[in-house]
């Protein structure tokens, strides 16, 4: 079956450094791959998406990277910030596999001032 | 303005009972869906509706019936609850079924069965 993984403990990093997050996969095919932000009761908010033909995408402080050979994507916040910190999901989607969009667990960032 | 919202926000109920929650959209997008979030955070999709139609029914009890009266609506209805419904629920939007541009969701519903 399939399977996305994220690292479930949180991250702790100190302002100004950069946080890296990591989502694996299992058994899946994506053809893209979605990351999103979760704050405490709140919906999830969308960040980036990347194809499964594009190795890096950048967004302003946010780059996330796509290996499709590893079944892994990175992402990174550079110059992290206080107001950075919350939960952030993966989320590989396949093509036209509409019924098969999961969002990993996520994990939790933490950066203290 | 609120892009998708749900409502009620939080929702305690007992066992049995039967509650609905509302959701919609004024994003002008085509599909919308439901998503349950559960204690351990996993998101799983629930229901999805493009253009008024059911696309996809993911292996949900049936005593769950998802309504959309116009595409801008997805209401949830639940009969019967069970303590295991608690969860937050998530109402989402998408411009197109499988478009790539990213979900907008709502806030979320807590609901609490008792």
């Known amino acids: 079956s399939q399977k996305i993984e994220q690292n479930s403990e949180a991250l702790n990093i100190q302002e100004g450094k950069t946080a890296t997050l990591t989502c694996n996969y299992t058994?899946?095919?994506?053809?893209?791959l979605q990351w999103y932000r979760q704050d405490p009761g709140r919906g999830p908010v969308f960040l980036l998406l990347?194809?499964?033909?594009?190795k890096e995408k950048r967004k302003e402080r946010l780059k996330v990277t796509f290996d499709t050979t590893l079944k892994q994507s990175l992402f990174h916040i550079t110059a992290s910030q206080p107001a950075d910190s919350a939960t952030y999901l993966c989320?590989?989607?396949?093509?036209?596999?509409?019924?098969?969009?999961?969002f990993g667990s996520g994990t939790k960032l933490n950066v203290k001032p | 303005d609120t892009a998708v919202s749900q409502t009620p926000k939080y929702l305690v109920t007992q066992m049995g009972n039967d509650k609905s929650i509302k959701c919609e959209q004024n994003?002008?997008?085509?599909?919308m869906y439901w998503y349950k979030q559960d204690s351990k955070k996993f998101l799983k999709i629930m229901f999805s509706?493009?253009?008024?139609?059911?696309?996809i029914n993911e292996t949900v009890p049936n005593r769950f019936s998802p309504k959309s009266p116009d595409k801008a609506h997805l209401n949830l209805h639940i009969n019967s609850l069970e303590l295991g419904d608690s969860a937050v629920y998530f109402c989402?939007?998408?411009?197109?079924?499988?478009?790539?541009?990213?979900?907008?969701f709502g806030s979320g519903t807590r609901l609490t069965v008792v």
């Open positions: 989402a939007s998408s411009r197109t079924l499988g478009q790539v541009d990213g979900y907008t």
């Open positions: 058994n899946y095919s994506p053809a893209y």
């Open positions: 990347i194809r499964e033909n594009e």
């Open positions: 989320a590989p989607e396949e093509r036209y596999n509409f019924n098969k969009f999961y």
């Open positions: 994003l002008g997008h085509d599909t």
């Open positions: 509706y493009n253009n008024k139609e059911l696309i």
